[in-house]
């Protein structure tokens, strides 16, 4: 199975320094260097290097950020400094512009079989080409106390593991498509009876 792993709000958050809320002074877990951007200060999400070295182990993990390459590359070097967690990793310009819907992630271009690929993403729109496959994360602001990855994602994801098609199962779950319909996006059928935006139809 491969699992695609968005980064901001979903594994960590960010703040320039004067900008880090009042109950979070003093709790993050390191800060970053960006060029154009300044100093960064990064909070990593309670769980994350436990969450990732298990996951690893029944899963390939993806990197795909809607950040600019610029500001992820460092930051998931920092994550990931040896470079064995990440297979791929995936910035900006690899998203698309759907339905006036920026940061759109198109799992297709990963080459996978999308029976078998899931993308964990705290933005539900990132999911809108192939809402099947969407795992909806909560928003993580830099609560200290965030259980999310380990207590709800990460028995999620070793359950879809051991399903031969992870679709039916996620939209069982989440509907995502039903939460685009609400949202006035019509949703059609592939020859794979896989679900997508309509105006993707022609590609």
Sequence with gaps: MTVVLDVDETLVCAFKPGKVPSALRGRGTFSLNVLGAGRLVIFKRPGL??????????????????GMQGYAEPLLNALDPEGRLFSCRLYREATLSVRGRENVKDLGRLGRDLARVVLVDDNAWSFLLQPANGVPAVPYLGSPNDGHLLGVILPLLEALSR?????????????????????GVCMYERPDRSLTAAAMLAH
């Design 163 to 183: 399903a031969r098609d992870v679709r039916p199962v996620l939209q069982a779950t989440f509907d995502m498509a039903g939460w685009f319909g609400r949202r």
């Design 49 to 66: 290097n436990e969450f990732l070295l298990r996951l690893s182990s029944f899963a390939e993990i993806v990197a795909f950020t809607a």
